[in-house]
């Protein structure tokens, strides 16, 4: 009999804090082992990986190699080459007032790390934050999502063979499991998902007193106005919007760019798509399919109304929805200066949950690109800043200019010219999002400063005792010396 969620998951949480306890996980030689150990865990197993993941979510061999384990084994290698460097004690800065003194900067673990991964990439978004969960020296619980069910399986059964001190461990399950998780006292939680389960996690993280990093979406936006690259730029876009069926937190979500750019730009992501998954991307081995028929039926239903100009086919027995790109009208006349920002309509922005289209509403998180036209770059700007701050920003354009204007007058998680997607994969840069995108972030150095507490260490020597001067009794002449001094 299968021992009952209750009974299981306080067990696996006891079990980890005991461990750490223990002090195994602390010294550095144990963290590099776990380090190799993990990476072995993927490169011994590739071929596993691969049929997993073309199990849950169609991923071809290709995709899974360059989305989930390459992006890991590239944050290990990373980590591997500095966790030296890091775990250094730094020299801490002491004010002259507390002279003779000195200060260092000690990195400790925190304790028990959970990190609860979503669907749409089950191996990266669980095992690309362990990375830095075990570099910093803490235990882990991990809890892969239960529908993406053969990369769960196969990465609960591997688990205990790569970490058979149960430095790691594996809870499986669905939100039985999952809210038993949430009621235990963890040191740090790591969530990737949407935004209304983010704010339970952040609820019950709360009862705690726990700290959380939570990657959260959103609806990255694009612009685009640059005609001279229109076919590279058409390329990159196709390529980060459509990669994984659209499942990607910081795919692509909208393109805004001008009325007379439009066909245009439709023509070249036609060109685009042919090009990457042939006339028919049902027949091809790149191209995924939608995760279950309850997210295939809510994209299919966000189609509904709209004008197509590309794709739109679909197979709900398949779970296929093809590359689709659609042509979004901005609202009539508005009594705001610019037309099609509605300004003058308050309840019904250009984008949010009051817009006008659906395809507007929410994040998309499927094939499905709108096309927005808007007057201008700054209209643009107006949009994005109108509703919740992006995860991604990604800017097409030759102009400096413009590019300034999106860094300058915008807040995302991150920026990107002439790209979608790539900054996930850069190891030394921070992965995260901002106000409803996400609260802090991790990769490389910044995974070891979210897993760790740095703390200071002071001493203060007894002889040459100038704390004489900040003890009673007080004297003019001493209280000005200090003052001076601080």
């Not at 594996?170 to 998780?181: D, F, S, Y």
Request: proline share 8%; hydrophobic share 45%; with cysteine.
């Amino acid at each position: 009999m299968t021992p009952e969620p209750a009974s299981i998951v306080p067990r696996a949480v006891n079990d980890a804090r005991h461990l750490f306890a223990s002090g195994r996980t602390r010294p550095l030689a144990a963290r590099t082992a776990r380090l190799r150990a993990l990476r072995a865990l993927l490169t011994e197993n590739q071929q596993a990986f691969e049929v997993a993941l073309w199990s849950d979510l169609h991923k071809s061999a290709g995709e899974a190699q360059l989305t989930e384990i390459n992006v890991i084994l590239a944050e290990i290698d990373h980590t591997l080459r500095h966790l030296r460097r890091w775990a250094r004690p730094g020299r801490g800065p002491v004010p002259v007032a507390l002279w003779p003194a000195r200060a260092r900067l000690l990195s400790e673990p925190l304790g028990v790390v959970l990190v609860i991964a979503p669907w749409n990439y089950p191996v990266q978004l669980l095992l690309n934050p362990l990375v830095g969960v075990l570099a910093a020296g803490n235990a882990a619980v991990l809890k892969p999502s239960e529908l993406a069910p053969a990369t769960a399986e196969l990465i609960a059964r591997l688990v205990p063979t790569y970490f058979p001190d149960g430095a790691v461990r594996v809870v499986e399950g669905g939100i039985p499991e999952t809210t038993e998780l949430l009621l235990q006292r963890f040191d740090h939680i790591v969530f990737t998902g949407s935004g209304t389960v983010g704010r339970i996690v952040m609820k019950a993280a709360a009862e705690h007193l726990t700290p959380v990093t939570l990657e959260l979406g959103g609806k990255s936006p694009v612009w685009f106005d640059d005609d001279a690259h229109l076919h590279q730029a058409a390329r990159r876009l196709a390529w980060a919007k459509f990669t994984n069926a659209g499942q990607t937190c910081v795919a692509p979500d909208y393109v805004m760019t001008t009325p007379d750019r439009v066909p245009a730009l439709v023509d070249a992501l036609r060109r685009a798509i042919t090009d990457m998954w042939g006339t028919d991307p049902r027949t091809s081995r790149d191209y995924g399919r939608i995760v279950n028929e309850r997210q295939f039926d809510r994209l299919a239903a966000l189609l509904h109304g709209t004008e197509v100009a590309i794709g739109g086919e679909r197979d709900r027995a398949e779970r296929y929805l093809a590359p689709t790109v659609v042509t979004v009208p901005t609202p009539g006349p508005t009594t705001g200066p610019d037309p099609g920002l509605d300004r003058g309509h308050v309840d019904r922005p250009a984008v949010g949950p009051d817009a006008h289209h659906p395809l507007l509403r929410e994040e998309i998180f499927g094939p499905v690109l709108p096309i927005l036209p808007v007057a201008s770059a700054e209209q643009a700007v107006q949009v994005i800043n109108g509703w919740d701050k992006p995860l991604a920003l990604y800017v097409f354009t030759s102009s400096a200019r413009t590019r300034r204007l999106f860094e300058q007058h915008t807040s995302s998680g991150a920026v990107v010219h002439d790209a979608g997607l790539i900054h996930v994969a850069a190891t030394g840069l921070p992965f995260g999002g901002v106000g409803a995108s996400g609260i802090g972030s991790y990769h490389g150095a910044y995974s070891w400063r979210a897993f760790s507490h740095l703390k200071p260490v002071v001493h203060k020597p007894l002889i040459m005792d100038t704390l004489r001067l900040a003890q009673p009794p007080f004297t003019r002449r001493g209280l000005r010396l200090v003052k001076r001094l601080m």
